[in-house]
């Protein structure tokens, strides 16, 4: 088997996805492209295992499987993030998440009436 096709093929599938996690806005759709690139990836790992003769028989398949896994784990977690970032803006869209911290609020106005340090009331 000549593995061209496979290899080929992996690498419009990886560059597929680089190109869906670079452009989209939506995150389901940009945890879409992070699958469609580790599946590129699992390509690979079989491809190489069936035609590269290894020290460890059928290590590409068992390394394809961890990547199945950690995939699996991925979504999960993924999903929950983006369920709950819709909970709490009503959109999913990824340009507007805040990446930082807010900055604490600094309370300016009127007096509190309670005493400070000193037992002097403001």
Same mark, same amino acid.
Do not use: C, K, W
């Given at each position: 088997?000549r593995?061209?096709?496979?290899?080929?093929?992996?690498?419009?599938?990886?560059?597929?996805?680089?190109?869906?996690?670079?452009r989209?806005?939506n995150?389901?759709?940009?945890?879409?492209?992070?699958?469609?690139?580790?599946?590129?990836?699992?390509?690979?790992?079989?491809?190489?295992?069936?035609?590269?003769?290894?020290?460890?028989?059928? %290590?590409?398949?068992?390394?394809?499987?961890?990547?199945?896994?950690?995939?699996?784990?991925?979504?999960?977690?993924?999903?929950?993030?983006?369920?709950?970032?819709?909970?709490l803006?009503? %959109?999913?869209?990824?340009?507007?998440?805040?990446?930082?911290?807010?900055?604490?609020?600094?309370?300016?106005?009127?007096? %509190?009436?309670?005493?400070?340090?000193?037992?002097?009331?403001?």
């Amino acid at each position: 088997m000549r593995p061209v096709i496979p290899y080929v093929t992996a690498a419009l599938l990886f560059g597929l996805g680089v190109y869906g996690v670079l452009r989209r806005r939506n995150a389901v759709l940009v945890l879409m492209a992070v699958e469609l690139m580790l599946n590129a990836v699992n390509l690979v790992l079989v491809t190489a295992d069936t035609t590269v003769q290894a020290v460890l028989p059928h %290590s590409g398949q068992v390394f394809a499987l961890f990547v199945i896994v950690l995939a699996a784990a991925e979504i999960g977690v993924g999903l929950a993030i983006v369920l709950q970032l819709y909970r709490l803006r009503a %959109s999913v869209t990824v340009d507007d998440v805040p990446l930082a911290e807010p900055a604490p609020a600094v309370a300016a106005g009127p007096a %509190s009436g309670r005493p400070d340090a000193e037992g002097a009331v403001r």
